[in-house]
């Protein structure tokens, strides 16, 4: 029985360690791809952060802007009990191109 204490335990400690990598994303999800300059969101198709004119070469990539607790309303205890009771991170934000959105 000792045996399958210390083997429940090594589990235990994997799947923690796995479950440690995990994200929960709402809204957006962002990817960034810094050797090609591109980007994609919520898995959607890749596009070319850059834009070239008489005045140079731009790169301009999406930036993630986090939800207020005021823009999430009663989601946050949920968001929060979410958090604590696995340890997974919960993160609300959505992309917004060229500065803050009005939305």
């Given amino acids: 029985l000792v045996g399958d204490d210390e083997f429940i335990a090594y589990q235990l400690q994997g799947e923690t360690e796995i479950f440690g990598r995990f994200t929960i ?3 957006d999800d962002l990817e960034i ?3 090609t300059h591109e980007y994609r969101i919520n898995g959607g198709n890749w596009i070319n952060a850059l834009t070239a004119d008489d005045n140079g070469i731009d790169i301009a990539y ?3 802007l986090a939800l207020t607790e005021e823009q ?3 989601l ?3 968001v929060e ?3 604590r009771q ?3 991170p919960v993160h609300a934000a959505h992309a917004v191109c060229g500065g803050p959105s009005q939305g």
């Fill in 25 to 27: 994303n709402l809204l």
């Fill in 33 to 35: 791809d810094f050797d």
């Fill in 72 to 74: 999430l309303g009663s």
């Fill in 62 to 64: 999406p930036e993630l």
């Fill in 76 to 78: 946050v205890p949920i």
């Fill in 81 to 83: 009990e979410i958090t």
């Fill in 86 to 88: 696995t340890g997974i």
